[in-house]
């Protein structure tokens, strides 16, 4: 078993997690889109250990234009994570809530410099003693196979990158920032996101996945939608329920409700996309897919009146591992 994080760090999902654990896995998804939506690019630094104490760390590129994707290894000792904030350092790429700056160089066909700027404040996931970020009361339980947070569901992007030769103007363009941190990422799972919508105040995340539990496992469920300046969220802890979970070759249909009559239908179609690594136990194991060009049509209701209803484009979508499982295991 792990020890609980101390307070500091489960109410600052933000920040880094590591205290020198095996197996142990950290990793920051940094998604940029340009104001034309012609440039997207998710940045991704982390730190990887196995469960034999190897470690290395990490910055993975995914063109969500091309859908090309990179894996840039580096020595563990290169990288830092802050205890009580956003901020990461991978080598030369730094990583905060002002913006990031990268000088990355694979040696073969990846050049990616410059820096964009983080324009207002960070939205990150509301924090409360009672409720610590997207994880709800399970941050505080030790021992999860994978914890995630929201660092932030949309800002302003500036500045430019030089990427393989052309440069990528993301002045005015939209940013998000996420987190997940543990030993391995769930052996199922389906994970959907945009900030593009028709009505800009909207940002949705949403997750549903297998999670061991004792002797068993359950479906775990966590959406996070921003609107019109409200929060809403559909969560395992908050007693929210999935009515319909289906997943195809062209789409991912999800409608959930909780206990206040809300309801949240979500149909997200498919697209090609490229392979990222993901952490195993052993290794940083190239398997899964994304897509930077997803999209996401979304309907809140309550008590059968819509409160909206939108469509997210340029969204990022992952189906990954035994979906056959998360499709026929039960909510807790």
Known sequence: MWPIDSLRTVWHPEAGHDR??????????????????????????GLF?????????????????????????????LFRSAPDRFGVVVGPNRFTAEGIALDIDDGHDLRLQGRVGIEGSLDRWPVT??????????AYVPAMECYHGVVSFGHGLSGS?????????????????????????????IWMHSNHFGDPTVSLMGSVALIPWLRGQFRGLLIGLRAEGRFYRF????GAKTETLQVDDEHVVCVVHDRAGRRLE???????????????????????EETLDATIHLRLSENGRTLL???????????????????????R
């Open 20 to 45: 020198g654990r095996a197996p142990y896995f950290e990793g920051w998804y940094v998604k940029l889109v340009s104001a034309d939506r012609a440039a997207r690019l998710a940045v991704i630094p």
């Open 129 to 138: 003693p009672r409720s610590p970020g997207a994880m709800g009361w399970y």
């Open 309 to 331: 209803e939108d469509v997210g484009r340029v969204g990022a979508l992952e189906v990954h591992g035994d979906i056959a499982a998360l499709l026929g295991t039960a909510d």
């Open 235 to 238: 969560a395992t802890y908050t």
């Open 266 to 288: 979500l149909r997200a179609e498919r697209t090609g996309g490229a392979l990222l690594h993901a952490p195993i136990r052993t290794e940083m194991h190239k398997r899964v």
């Open 161 to 189: 990158l030089a990427f393989n030769g052309a440069n990528l103007d993301f002045g005015h363009g939209r940013g998000y920032i996420e987190q997940d941190w543990g030993q391995a990422f769930p052996a199922g799972y």
């Open 49 to 77: 250990r196995s469960d034999s104490g190897e470690a290395e760390a990490f910055v993975q590129v995914l063109d969500g234009a091309t859908g090309r994707s990179w894996y840039v290894p580096y020595e563990a000792s």
